[in-house]
């Protein structure tokens, strides 16, 4: 397999400038909060932080399992910081935010996987935020439907958790984590009506069944919207990527979810779990 690929010509990266940017940037780092946006290397960080928004990774910025497309650090995490859902809740008022989204690393050291923080977290930003939309792109909670429950009743408008790949590569590029598992996840957070999300990528060397079988085995577990983008190596420690898919094929994936019945469908080559979330928060019939 061939270790470095180059980006395709029609591959363009989203300048990360702006006065937007710096403000997103110089309130996230002045009040000690984390974004998946730098955590995770995302494509689109310079369009979203122009833009005003970010998504916020609550829990620290080390995470208990070590995926492997994942550039998130890991290790032991430090223990929860307290006042970090008053900062969160501060700071998405500063930015004048109407949508808010949240994620966090997984949490496997703690006995509820962090759940009671989230709920504490989903909560606050309500209370300092009021009318504002949240999604929540939560982790696994090892399928502890009693965990899940937690951050449902703190009442998120969108609540999304990623499959991340087709089942045959599940075991090369998640730690821990299981396809059948994550399904589950799916299908409890939609049986408790609300909108429920995932998405996966492409390059890891699917075929094109197993990525039409994704899609189906996500509609079936009740997903309303479905994210698709292509993955990027965000280092040399990191898995190789096996394909680059062109934008045409993106338009393919997600002309046939929607015909499949998927309400919103977000499908590009630089298209992350949170892109474009604030209209995913206004569907009406779910």
């Known amino acids: 397999m061939e270790k470095h690929r180059r980006l395709p010509e029609w591959f363009k990266m989203q300048r990360a400038a702006g006065e937007n940017y710096s403000r997103v940037k110089h309130l996230t780092k002045d009040n000690n909060l984390h974004t998946i946006c730098t955590s995770g290397n995302c494509p689109n960080i310079g369009e979203c932080w122009n833009s005003g928004t970010a998504t916020f990774m609550i829990l620290g910025d080390i995470c208990t399992r070590a995926c492997r497309f994942c550039n998130t650090r890991t290790g032991r995490p430090l223990p929860p910081d307290s006042d970090e859902g008053r900062r969160l809740a501060e700071a998405v008022g500063k930015l004048g935010l109407r949508h808010c989204v949240i994620t966090s690393v997984d949490r496997d050291d703690l006995p509820d996987g962090g759940a009671s923080f989230w709920a504490d977290v989903i909560m606050k930003v309500k209370e300092y935020n009021p009318g504002i939309t949240i999604e929540t792109l939560v982790p696994d909670f090892d399928g502890r439907p009693e965990n899940l429950q937690k951050v449902i009743d703190a009442d998120p408008d969108v609540v999304s958790h990623n499959i ?11 730690t821990r984590a299981k396809y059948d598992r994550s399904l589950d996840v799916l299908r409890f957070i939609s049986r408790r009506k609300k909108i429920t999300k995932s998405g996966f990528m ?8 197993e990525i039409y079988q994704t899609i189906d085995d996500l509609l079936e577990a009740g997903c309303h919207v479905l994210t698709i983008g292509q993955y990027l190596k965000p280092s040399e420690n990191h898995m190789d990527v096996v394909e680059y898919f062109p934008p045409e094929k993106f338009e393919e994936y997600r002309d046939f979810a929607l015909g499949k019945g998927f309400q919103a469908v977000e499908s590009s080559p630089l298209v992350r779990s949170s892109f474009h979330a604030g209209k995913h928060a206004r569907l009406e019939n779910f």
């Open 202 to 209: 492409l390059g890891l060397g699917e075929s094109e069944a």
């Open 164 to 174: 991340e790949t087709v089942r045959r590569l599940t075991p090369l590029v998640r």
